[in-house]
């Protein structure tokens, strides 16, 4: 088991940035991948951005270029660098964690705003 919270949400005007935090309740050294998803009113959740266990990243083609994803094991947190922020990533943000036994975790979400 793992328990993941996020913060790092908030109200952002178009071109600026924010950075999301995902802090695991326990080491993530065995953890085999972590990553970023969102949901926008109306949609259905996607991925945004994944980082493996060995450091491997993936993005959605729509935020490659301004989203970074990044993890400090020591910390036990994996982070989601946003810049250049569109009204189009409005969303909640969840985080995602994928252990060895390939079992599924969620953090409770995050919501991100992006307007004038």
């Known amino acids: 088991q793992v328990q993941l919270v996020e913060s790092g949400g908030g109200l952002v005007q178009p071109g600026g940035s924010l950075r999301l935090s995902c802090a695991a309740s326990r080491s993530i050294f065995s953890i085999y991948a972590m990553g970023w998803y969102r949901q926008a009113p109306g949609k259905s959740r996607e991925l945004v951005a994944v980082v493996t266990s060995g450091g491997m990243t993936n993005y959605a083609d729509s935020v490659k270029g301004r989203f970074t994803i990044s993890s400090d094991k020591a910390k036990n947190t994996v982070y989601l660098q946003m810049n250049s922020l569109k009204p189009e990533d409005t969303a909640v943000y969840y985080c995602?964690?994928?252990?060895?036994?390939?079992?599924?975790?969620w953090g409770p979400g995050t919501q991100v705003t992006v307007s004038s």
């Open positions: 995602n964690a994928v252990d060895s036994s390939r079992l599924v975790f």
